[in-house]
């Protein structure tokens, strides 16, 4: 077998153990995939991400009730903050769950993450649901709930690598932007129905009932959806592109944090600048927008919330498109574009969201959302596409969640303390535009592997 020296691909062996690279042409074949085995991984990762991120994300869309009933003795405007905090907080155990089951993932599978951290979100999700209130048992409240935070942050640590990396390791290089957005359709679907059931119970019940009691439903779902999504993800096999390169290389499969720092020291930058334009986007958006609705213009929280359902679903609709038109025009051209929008369009939406009519609203939302597509459907190719195989899932993880936990996660807390410092409601439009400018500088110094073996990876 010929061998080459490994840093003819950019992956330098820091030690003995990992001395022996064969290039990605000589390297150990993957099994075969049927397409009917395909599509079953890519259904498993939707309806998982689906399940995970609306567990996740549901406290965002009641952070403005959750904020008077476990921080009940604060003024209203440190209600929402100290609410927006606890929802912050989950994003600072994403850079521990991604440490901790970034190991795990590269050393024992892919698999074996997705099935654990379905388990932990859909259980601290439903404990939320039946946590009881300030009123109730005092300042134990917030404090467990910021427990149960963690845990789902824990989980979500695991689970937005593993997904994307396990669609990703699955399928071929000519189309893999176009399935891997596919999970990230999951993930916003899970958003959207978060979103969805937050306005029904708005349009079903009143604010009282909501305040006393009806704000648990959601939570309480938790429980049934992780069941389902936990018993298609069980009949799924190890990816080929994993074991193929555990079977030649035992010990590429045990690499170490020390072996991806020593290697790559620039993707690991450039990945957390590609994410971090794409999680402001996403979470300002996404999350933050409906309570800014309430907080800033001072609409009621259905209005609020029925504002943003539109333009959320046509985000999942457009992020499928977005990645088909990637793996044809390539994944940085698309990104580099949409950072280029958001940097250019994001005062002048802002402007409209404040002062423009409903439909104005509506269209800067859909404006903005069409941004985001552009983004997320890119962006699980681009990431892992960037890492070794044997270094993938702790890559990946890593820079994902400590971009995330830094600079998006914390985006709503950071846009309502500053609008609240500031009087200046426009705030949030230039937290996107200094997002997207770390995003440019990250994207235009990166490697472009549209079409291309992922890093490591045999050729097809």
């Not at 051209?333 to 609203?361: D, N, Q, R, Y």
Request: net charge positive; glycine share 8%.
């Amino acid at each position: 077998m010929r061998t080459h020296n490994p840093m003819a691909d950019g992956f330098a062996a820091p030690s003995a153990s990992l001395s022996d690279w064969s290039s990605p042409q000589a390297a150990a074949a993957p099994r075969a995939v049927q397409s009917k085995e395909l599509n079953r991984v890519v259904l498993a990762s939707v309806v998982g991400s689906f399940v995970e991120w609306f567990e996740f994300s549901v406290y965002g869309y009641l952070a403005a009730v959750l904020g008077k009933v476990f921080f009940a003795t604060s003024s209203p405007t440190m209600q929402i903050t100290a609410s927006w905090a606890a929802f912050a907080i989950a994003f600072f155990a994403r850079p521990i769950g991604g440490i901790f089951f970034g190991s795990l993932g590269d050393k024992y599978g892919r698999k074996r993450v997705l099935t654990i951290t379905i388990i932990m979100m859909a259980i601290s999700t439903f404990l939320i649901g039946v946590l009881p209130g300030y009123a109730s048992i005092g300042i134990a409240a917030p404090l467990l709930l910021i427990v149960l935070r963690l845990m789902q942050g824990l989980s979500a640590g695991g689970e937005a690598s593993g997904a994307a990396i396990f669609v990703a390791e699955y399928c071929r290089d000519c189309n893999r932007t176009l399935l891997t957005s596919w999970v990230e359709v999951g993930c916003m679907a899970g958003f959207f129905f978060g979103a969805s059931v937050s306005a029904i119970l708005t349009m079903f019940f009143s604010a009282e009932q909501i305040l006393d009691w009806a704000w648990r439903i959601p939570f309480l779902i938790a429980l049934p959806l992780g069941a389902i999504g936990l018993y298609i993800r069980k009949y799924l096999e190890e990816t080929p592109t994993f074991m193929a390169m555990k079977q030649q290389h035992d010990a590429l499969a045990q690499a170490s944090w020390k072996v991806l720092f020593a290697t790559h020291k620039k993707e690991l930058f450039q990945s957390a600048g590609i994410i971090i334009v794409t999680n402001v986007t996403l979470f300002t958006v996404v999350t933050y927008i409906p309570t800014y609705f309430v907080s800033a213009l001072h609409v009621d929280v259905a209005t609020g919330l029925k504002l943003s359902l539109g333009p959320q679903l046509f985000l999942v609709v457009m992020i499928p498109i977005m990645g088909l038109l990637a793996d044809k025009l390539s994944r940085k051209t698309m990104m580099v574009a949409a950072s280029l929008a958001i940097a250019v369009l994001a005062v002048p939406c802002f402007h409209l969201l404040l002062e423009g009519s409903t439909a104005a609203k509506i269209s800067s939302l859909m404006v903005l959302n069409f941004c985001l597509a552009m983004l997320l459907g890119s962006i699980y190719s681009i990431i892992p596409s960037m890492f070794h195989t044997s270094v993938r899932f702790k890559g990946m993880a890593l820079s994902y969640n400590v971009a995330v936990a830094m600079f998006a996660g914390t985006a709503p807390m950071i846009n309502s303390w500053l609008i609240a410092q500031t009087g200046n409601p426009v705030v949030p439009a230039y937290y996107l535009i200094g997002a997207a400018i770390i995003g440019l500088i990250a994207l235009v110094s990166s490697r472009d592997r549209t079409g291309l073996p992922m890093h490591g990876d045999p050729v097809q």
